[in-house]
């Protein structure tokens, strides 16, 4: 199992982040202090972390010919039947065409019922999006991460209570992970008991964009490698924190 890869299933587009002096007012014009286009979508930043952390891993999703295109699609389940499973010991899916990622949830976990225990690979998904569709993918995960943004649209006002709302969801033995910015994350395994680790804020917030992703992805690095998961929660959170303070990804395991 140790040559099998992560495969990160979602979205890759271009963020193009401007810097300026303080947040703009509405309907103001506010003078760019400087300007970067850099590789975003949840997945891809997913994967670009699980690999400075030395995990081997792949991208799934569509890639544009050029610099910028519209209107790419979504892996289709048609897409992922092409997809050899024997190289790969984790899919972490990000939320997001639900209809077609049941379907292909269904063939891994149809692939793993003919697989020894050590052979089966584990599913994790992503619910970051307050859309419907999306919450058909809390009873397939073995690793479930809903965002904050879910469980307040559900009326819960913790990653703790979240936990205990959204715990009814899943598939048995199911583990479900809900951060939460600068109070930290819980986590509930399929013994029922919430964990929790503080946040570990860097000197100075510099960059938030994809906190959430680096988060995930050390989660699953650490647990893939046979990590606890109150150890996986903790590295997450402390991994997020020193990506918050630096621009883009660079520098995160310094």
């Known amino acids: 199992m140790e040559d099998k890869k992560i495969l990160s299933i979602g ?8 810097v300026v002096d303080k947040y703009p007012e509405e309907d103001t014009d506010t003078r760019c ?16 972390v699980l690999s400075l952390l030395g995990a081997p891993c792949a991208f799934m999703g569509s890639l544009a010919p050029g610099p910028v295109a519209e209107n790419l699609p979504d892996v289709s389940v048609e897409d992922f039947s092409k997809v050899d499973l024997s190289h790969y010991k984790w899919i972490h899916w990000e939320g997001r065409n639900a209809d077609e990622q049941v379907k292909m949830i269904e063939r891994v976990r149809e692939h793993n019922s003919k697989q020894e225990e050590k052979n089966r690979i584990t599913i994790s998904v992503e619910i970051e999006k307050t859309r419907e569709p999306l919450y058909q993918l809390f009873p397939l995960g073995d690793l479930v991460f809903v ?11 913790s990653a703790a209570a979240a936990l205990k709302g959204f715990c009814g969801r899943l598939r048995k033995g199911a583990t479900l992970i809900c951060a939460w910015a600068e109070k930290g ?26 906190a959430g992703d680096t988060f995930n992805a050390s989660v699953i690095y650490n647990l893939s490698n046979g990590g606890s998961l ?7 959170c402390q991994i997020a924190g020193k990506k918050c303070g630096v621009h883009g990804y660079d520098g995160i395991l310094h």
Request: charged share 20%; proline share 3%.
């Open 11 to 18: 979205l890759v587009c271009l963020d193009i982040i401007n």
């Open 33 to 48: 202090l400087s300007q970067r286009w850099q590789r975003g979508g949840n997945a891809s930043n997913t994967c670009t």
């Open 147 to 157: 965002s904050k943004d879910v469980a307040q649209q559900f009326g819960f006002t």
């Open 185 to 210: 994350a819980d986590a509930m395994g399929s013994d029922g008991v919430i964990i929790h680790s503080d946040a570990f804020p860097p000197e100075k917030l510099v960059d938030t964009l994809g």
């Open 230 to 236: 109150q150890d996986a929660l903790t590295f997450g």
